[in-house]
């Protein structure tokens, strides 16, 4: 599934550069789209797909530290709806999303009543439902929010990627001397992973330098705790601070410069062995810690690795340049706020590294299309009409 979207991606980011939002963004969709559900996504821009993301968004954004004043002022919660707007806004945003995931689960469960379901968690709950007990609306919630944690998540990793590339081009010169030594002109398959220490190190170094969830998912503590002389009794909310955690000196020296020699480099105190195996983006902080660590980890760093060994392998990516011939550098700090961060639209210039290669994504995709056993799901449309429910 992995492969076959990021071929998808690819093809398209080479033919429309500048969606590079909406490409990544369909990859990660259409890969969680198919698992949860069984159906594929030909554009991301259906509406039930434009329905979840904007939920997400608004998750994303209602779920950011102090959006309301009731995260500072507790007792504020004991305001009646009416003198409580933030209950109002949280209330039409869960019917929202309720509405929305318990649609996707009817329409599963209608077409494996019909016999005509593809293989999916939802189907396969749906089939066995006596070895996973489960009321529907809580089994609607834990399929739906399989999408909105993968996908946001995935694609703003991946424009902080294209973003570190545009900044710091000596790291796409290195990833390219690496992947022509491993792979040559064929594409790189999941298989070459292991041999690509430096790309491994470049995603890594990303998600350091700017990690997605930079203020941490909350946790509540279980015990009562003392940190630094300070009291906190059990139930306290926590954020593990990412951004902070990231630029602890005396692990990652020089924590604001991108630097993935950090992962590479005996120096280093971060440099582990042997490099067919790490770097490694398993529990690595960004995906957080505990019981709460992300369970979809693994689909992500694999994710991570194939796409943007794709993209480095077929592709070059440069600044940008005004009409006058100059270089347009993006900044490095503009980014979006919220919950999950992503880097605000910019300018960039990419093209295939040579015909040759351009010639291959293109044969790959085609092949990959055809073998397809979901492309009969990609006119998929909602059975379960949600308009006027999910409104932003």
């Given at each position: 599934m992995q492969s076959l979207e990021s071929k998808r991606m690819l093809h398209d980011l080479l033919q429309d550069p500048s969606r590079y939002e909406l490409w990544f963004q369909r990859y990660a969709s259409g890969l969680i789209f198919r698992l949860a559900y069984g159906k594929t996504i030909r554009t991301g821009e259906e509406s039930h797909v434009q329905r979840i993301i904007d939920v997400n968004h608004n998750l994303e954004r209602i779920a950011s530290p102090g959006i309301f004043l009731v995260d500072s002022w507790p007792i504020l919660r004991y305001l009646p709806e009416w003198l409580a707007p933030f209950k109002k806004e949280g209330r039409r945003l869960h019917e929202a999303e309720f509405g929305l995931f318990r649609a996707l689960l009817k329409d599963v469960e209608a077409e494996v009543n019909a016999g005509t379901a593809s293989p999916s968690f939802v189907s396969t709950w749906l089939e066995n439902k006596e070895s996973f007990p489960m009321a529907e609306d809580e089994a609607s919630y834990v399929f739906g929010t399989l999408f909105e944690a993968g996908t946001g998540t995935t694609a703003a990793a991946m424009m902080s990627f294209v973003?570190?590339?545009?900044?710091?081009?000596?790291?796409?010169?290195?990833?390219?001397?690496?992947?022509?030594?491993?792979?040559?002109?064929?594409?790189?398959?999941?298989?070459?992973?292991?041999?690509?220490?430096?790309?491994?190190?470049?995603?890594?170094?990303?998600?350091?330098?700017?990690?997605?969830?930079?203020?941490?998912?909350?946790?509540?503590?279980?015990?009562?705790?003392?940190?630094?002389?300070?009291?906190?009794?059990?139930?306290?909310?926590?954020?593990?601070?990412?951004?902070?955690?990231?630029?602890?000196?005396?692990?990652?020296?020089?924590?604001?410069?991108?630097?993935?020699?950090?992962?590479?480099?005996?120096?280093?105190?971060?440099?582990?062995?042997?490099?067919?195996?790490?770097?490694?983006?398993?529990?690595?902080?960004?995906?957080?810690?505990?019981?709460?660590?992300?369970?979809?980890?693994?689909?992500?760093?694999?994710?991570?690795?194939?796409?943007?060994?794709?993209?480095?392998?077929?592709?070059?990516?440069?600044?940008?340049?005004?009409?006058?011939?100059?270089?347009?550098?993006?900044?490095?700090?503009?980014?979006?706020?919220?919950?999950?961060?992503?880097?605000?639209?910019?300018?960039?210039?990419l093209e295939a590294r040579s015909e040759q290669r351009h010639l291959a994504v293109e044969e790959a995709w085609r092949e990959a299309e055809k073998e397809d056993p979901l492309a009969w799901t990609a006119d998929y449309r909602l059975g379960h009409s949600l308009e006027g429910e999910v409104k932003s």
């Open positions: 973003l570190a590339v545009v900044l710091f081009p000596q790291w796409q010169q290195a990833m390219w001397d690496e992947l022509d030594e491993v792979v040559g002109d064929r594409m790189p398959e999941f298989e070459d992973v292991p041999r690509l220490p430096t790309c491994r190190a470049v995603i890594k170094e990303v998600l350091r330098w700017r990690p997605v969830t930079s203020g941490g998912v909350p946790h509540q503590l279980t015990d009562d705790d003392v940190y630094n002389g300070y009291f906190f009794p059990k139930g306290t909310t926590v954020h593990a601070n990412q951004w902070a955690i990231h630029r602890d000196p005396d692990l990652y020296p020089d924590g604001d410069t991108f630097n993935p020699d950090r992962w590479l480099n005996p120096k280093y105190i971060t440099f582990r062995e042997p490099l067919s195996k790490y770097p490694s983006l398993q529990n690595f902080s960004s995906f957080d810690f505990g019981r709460r660590i992300c369970p979809g980890m693994n689909i992500a760093e694999r994710s991570l690795y194939i796409l943007s060994a794709r993209i480095m392998w077929a592709c070059r990516i440069t600044k940008a340049k005004t009409a006058d011939g100059v270089d347009i550098t993006p900044p490095s700090y503009d980014y979006t706020t919220g919950f999950n961060a992503q880097p605000k639209p910019f300018l960039f210039h």
